[in-house]
């Protein structure tokens, strides 16, 4: 839920938006949307209006990802979709 007010200030997030790999004692996932400056857009977006997001990810980024940080905000327009598939791998 976001706050009724935001900040009027906009952010640049630069970083990357990729697929992680996750081990841990209770389990093993290999391919779970991550990557720094997604989980900073999800986070500025409960509290600065204004959010611009430059990256750059492989064709196999789910496109409902994109979607939901675009309904919350975050502008897409400096995101590069290239034709790599597992861009990081």
């Not at 991550?34 to 492989?58: L, M, N, R």
């Not at 979607?67 to 897409?76: C, H, I, P, T, W």
């Amino acid at each position: 839920m976001r706050p009724e007010k935001l900040f009027l200030m906009s952010l640049v997030i630069v970083g990357s938006m990729a697929f992680d790999a996750i081990e841990t004692p209770f389990g093993k996932t290999d391919k779970i949307v991550g990557g720094a400056a997604t989980y900073a857009a999800y986070a500025a977006s409960h509290f600065v209006k204004e959010i611009q997001q430059v990256s750059i990810v492989g064709y196999d980024f789910p496109k409902e990802e994109l979607e939901e940080l675009a309904s919350r905000g975050v502008d897409l327009s400096g995101v590069e979709i290239i034709l790599i598939k597992n861009l990081f791998s």
